[in-house]
């Protein structure tokens, strides 16, 4: 059964701080894995999808990266700011499943 | 463009009443996904559709839960005889494809059972 682990659960920065977040999943037999954000009261909002063939991903300032044999990806998120402060999530498809098993999220807060 | 609708944004009811919560998919989209997600607690995987095919029901809870979809549009995600521990936000997203197209979310459906 495929679990999903993200660390740290809570994590509190300056504006302007580079960080990253930690993903770690137990079967590495992955479609594709996706980062996505959550607002509070509000539903996700996908960030970057990464195909198992693929080792990383861009958009703007967030950066994912995926190490499928290590069971391992990270989001880079360059130059915080106040806005970025959300609920961040990641989710993997299994190799012949169609539904997204998702990690409990790591809780950001970006300060000005 | 219009996103996934989910309503209704909020319900509460009482206990052994049945609820019927609604979700309209972006147009075009052929997968479709129900979603749970408890107070402090993961998103916790229901039933998907492909077209108006439910091929995955494993996630239901219990045979209080059922969903349909029709005309590869609307679905409707239906808890009858509703107990406390069904209180929980129900999302719904959908995708282009089944496969490598990212879920789209509506804002869900925050169900409280007294």
């Known amino acids: 059964k495929q679990e999903v682990t993200q660390i740290p659960a809570a994590l509190s920065v300056p504006e302007g701080e580079n960080l990253v977040l930690n993903c770690s999943f137990t079967?590495?037999?992955?479609?594709?894995l996706q980062w996505f954000r959550q607002d509070p009261g509000k539903g996700l909002t996908s960030l970057l999808l990464?195909?198992?063939?693929?080792r990383e991903q861009t958009s703007g300032r967030l950066n994912a990266s995926l190490d499928k044999s290590s069971g391992r990806s990270t989001l880079y998120i360059a130059a915080s700011q106040p806005g970025d402060s959300a609920t961040y999530l990641c989710a993997v498809t299994n190799t012949g499943f169609q539904k997204l098993v998702f990690g409990t999220g790591t809780r950001l807060l970006v300060s000005p | 463009g219009a996103g996934v609708s989910q309503s209704p944004s909020n319900k509460v009811t009482e206990k052994g009443k049945d609820v019927e919560l609604r979700c309209d998919p972006i147009?075009?989209?052929?997968?479709l996904y129900w979603y749970r997600q408890s107070l402090g607690q993961g998103l916790e995987f229901l039933i998907y559709f492909q077209g108006n095919s439910a091929p995955d029901k494993s996630g239901l809870p219990s045979d209080r839960f059922s969903a349909e979809r029709t005309g590869g549009s609307v679905s409707t995600l239906t808890i009858q005889r509703t107990q406390q521990e069904d209180s929980a936000v129900y999302l719904c997203?959908?995708?282009?494809?089944?496969?490598?197209?990212?879920?789209?979310f509506g804002n869900g459906t925050r169900l409280t059972v007294t």
């Open positions: 147009s075009g989209h052929t997968a």
């Open positions: 997203a959908s995708s282009l494809e089944i496969l490598n197209s990212p879920l789209h």
């Open positions: 079967d590495s037999a992955i479609y594709n």
């Open positions: 990464i195909q198992s063939s693929q």
